[in-house]
């Protein structure tokens, strides 16, 4: 799962915003620094928490950022797009990568909740543990009579 929401989010962070790093020197300064080049570096920094195990002890903490900075950024996006004077076309191509980026969002904090896997072998549950118990000829708690 980890895997797929990486590539996920990777992916729909470069289709919508690689397009745009052109106006990041095209003159409207800090505001687009931080949508855009916020947005490239928060998208790639939580795809890259997903897969790299060392950065496990940061990987809830940049998801939940990623999601709460990416629900507002394009919150913001759709009430200034669908307020303002842009085509239809322009209003539906920025809803369908908004509501990507909702469900991205949704799915980031999703993972955030999950308990961070360890690489070992998940404990035994308790038919597991009996069955190693007999295994090894050790009593397993439950006497037949």
């Known amino acids: 799962m980890n895997r797929r929401l990486a590539v996920a989010i990777a992916a729909w962070t470069l289709l919508a915003w690689v397009g745009r790093i052109g106006l990041l020197v095209g003159g409207e300064g800090l505001a687009s620094w931080l949508r855009i080049g916020g ?3 928060m998208g790639l920094f939580a795809a890259v928490t997903l897969v790299v195990r060392r950065l496990e002890p940061v990987r809830r903490p940049a ?3 990623f999601a709460v900075f990416t629900m507002l950024l394009w919150a913001r996006s759709l009430y200034v797009n669908w307020t303002g004077s842009g085509s ?3 209003k539906m191509v920025h809803t369908v990568l908004a509501l990507g980026f909702f469900a991205l969002a949704l799915w980031a904090l999703a993972a955030a909740r999950s308990p ?3 690489g070992g072998h998940p404990v035994p549950g308790p038919d597991e543990a009996d069955r190693e118990q007999q295994a090894e000829g050790e009593a397993t708690g439950f006497a037949k009579g």
């Open 39 to 41: 947005s490239l570096l």
């Open 63 to 65: 998801l939940v950022v």
């Open 88 to 90: 239809l076309p322009f």
């Open 116 to 118: 961070v896997p360890t």
